[in-house]
């Protein structure tokens, strides 16, 4: 069967398919506004042939009048009519009705009724205004790196909006700052910078996409001595649910500014973001792998450095205890030779050299980290949790962990990660010296825990997942009774039953909340919006 725009447009005598959000701005007459669907072809701004055509395509179905009079009409069938409208404003090439949506976690492998690529800002907006016409469910996705379900995926009747089109990555002239829209990764941002001797704060692992790393905080290397990666944002463009485009920076919508910097997808579809470059590029790396004995050896040791050795911070360490072996990973801001920053780490002994010690770039040591993880399509997870700096603590959590690890490892295969990420005091004071943002990060030095979960069989997702949210509770549970409990979770790392906006501190989640309706009236990105973290649905507990 023929898709419905060329059916459409062959009713409509129109000889092809024509992408209509990049055609000159002259606009047709006004249709009757108070006609629903001449309304909303007029809302689009189109030329009057332009306007015929998708009228046309609307009006051939007698019941959608009714339907938006009444709000009775089938999801499915009005899915499908969205999707058609947009493979006339957009063309062919940027919509797909029968999208093989396919990722390296196997749990967002849903199936919505399409999914369109926006090749421009416009595109984005009209894409919004016929999603919120037609009361269709939406998801964003910018790289897809999410395991949980249905936060960059959808099944059933709706709209995936994939913005990997909308990668494009321009240096400023002086190369103080860098614009990146959502769909670019982190491996092209770093390569594309490195030839002009700076970087940016961004993701760890080159595959991430740029718009999620913002919306959740995003996490470096080098955060303790720069703040997170939407901490560095300079302006933040974006398409709001009425379909306008606006700037959100330190002058111009400064609430929603703020909002942006880690407080999720709530407010609108980002379709650029502009950053402060760092003039970190050259610095300095390496990594060991361990054996299981020397765990204890290894906590105590990052405790201390917690303590003492973070104090320098252009040091970072990088710690993933995994079932077999432990990676252990130094980082330095600046070209080195055995930074004395590590010295607690250099007396364990390892069992084998992982990275040798390296004066490398950002962009090289991303590649290399790139090049551990494997593109084998398999069922996902991770969580986050957060404690202060306790050596015994971590000690007895990794115990915990590690015997209901190995447990569930035996009878499913599932591999399972410990991972410690190191969050000096200094992260949350670049926060509020760079114009604050909503995340509430403790102001003492701590560390936020997460596990990379892989396993291959869906008959066993409760028992694997019972893992990581057995451990969170121990974190909780341990923490509280030592008065080492920090109530915050990392959005980027959280899972799917988490609440992560919520821990951001009762004052910072209403604020949220009224920014998002004041952006948002109509509460679009709340109801439409598939999943994510949405606003309305955290709560202080």
């Known amino acids: 069967m023929a898709p419905l725009s060329v059916i459409c447009l062959v009713l409509a005598g129109a000889s092809q398919v024509a992408s209509f959000s990049r055609f000159a701005p002259s606009l047709a007459p006004r249709l009757n506004a108070n006609k629903p669907i001449d309304a909303f072809v007029d809302s689009l701004r189109l030329q009057k042939e332009q306007v015929q055509v998708v009228h046309d395509y609307l009006v051939k179905d007698s019941n959608l009048d009714a339907y938006l009079e009444h709000r009775s009409y089938d999801s499915t069938q009005l899915a499908a009519t969205a999707c058609g409208t947009l493979e006339i404003l957009l063309g062919k090439d940027s919509v797909d009705t029968s999208p093989v949506n396919e990722t390296v976690v196997q749990e967002t492998w849903l199936s919505p009724n399409c999914a369109s690529f926006p090749d421009a800002k416009a595109d984005v907006s009209l894409i919004i205004k016929t999603v919120q016409f037609f009361g269709t469910q939406f998801v964003v996705r910018s790289g897809g790196h999410s395991p949980n379900p249905g936060f960059s995926s959808l099944a059933g009747p709706g709209l995936l909006i994939d913005l990997q089109r909308l990668n494009r990555i321009s240096l400023s002239r002086d190369g103080k700052t860098v614009a990146l829209e959502p769909g670019a990764r982190w491996g092209a941002v770093y390569s594309t910078l490195d030839p002009y001797n700076v970087s940016v704060i961004g993701a760890r692992i080159p595959h991430v996409g740029v718009g999620g790393t913002f ?100 040091s970072t360490v990088a710690l993933i205890i995994g079932l077999q072996t432990t990676t252990l990973g130094f980082f330095y801001s600046e070209p080195a030779s055995k930074p004395k920053a590590f010295e607690l780490f250099y007396d364990i002994p390892s069992l084998a050299v992982a990275i040798p010690p390296t004066n490398g770039t950002v962009n090289s040591l991303t590649q290399v980290l790139g090049s551990t993880f494997s593109n084998v399509p398999q069922r996902h997870d991770y969580r986050a949790a957060s404690s202060k700096v306790d050596a015994q603590l971590y000690n007895d959590v990794y115990d915990f962990w590690r015997q209901e690890a190995s447990a569930v490892h035996n009878t499913t295969g599932a591999n399972m990660t410990f991972t410690l990420q190191p969050v000096p005091a200094n992260l949350a004071q670049e926060g509020s010296r760079k114009g604050g943002n909503p995340m509430g990060v403790p102001t003492e030095a701590h560390q936020w825990w997460t596990t990379i979960v892989d396993w291959t069989h869906a008959k066993d997702d409760e028992i694997v997942r019972a893992v990581p949210i057995a451990t969170e509770k121990k974190w909780k549970e341990l923490s509280e009774k030592r008065g080492l409990d920090v109530k915050y979770r990392f959005l980027n790392d959280a899972s799917r039953d988490q609440n992560p906006l919520a821990t951001y501190g009762t004052e910072n989640l209403q604020r949220l909340k009224q920014i998002a309706i004041k952006y948002d009236p109509g509460k679009v990105f709340q109801n439409l919006q598939n999943d994510g973290f949405l606003i309305y649905q955290q709560s202080i507990h």
Not at 215 to 226: A, K, T
Not at 236 to 264: C, P
Not at 286 to 297: E, K, L, R
Request: no cysteine; proline share 3%; charged share 15%.
């Open 215 to 314: 919306l959740g905080g995003g996490y470096f290397h080098f955060s303790g001595q720069y703040g997170t990666a939407a901490d560095n944002l300079k302006n933040v463009n974006i398409v709001l649910a009425n379909g306008s485009i606006i700037d959100a920076n330190a002058k111009e919508s400064t609430d929603l500014f703020w909002a942006l910097k880690g407080g999720g997808p709530n407010y609108g579809i980002v379709v650029e973001y502009v950053a402060y470059t760092t003039p970190v590029k050259d610095m300095w790396y390496q990594a060991g792998i361990y054996a299981s004995a020397q765990v204890p050896a290894i906590l105590d040791a990052f405790a201390k450095w917690q303590n003492t050795g973070a104090a320098d911070l252009k």
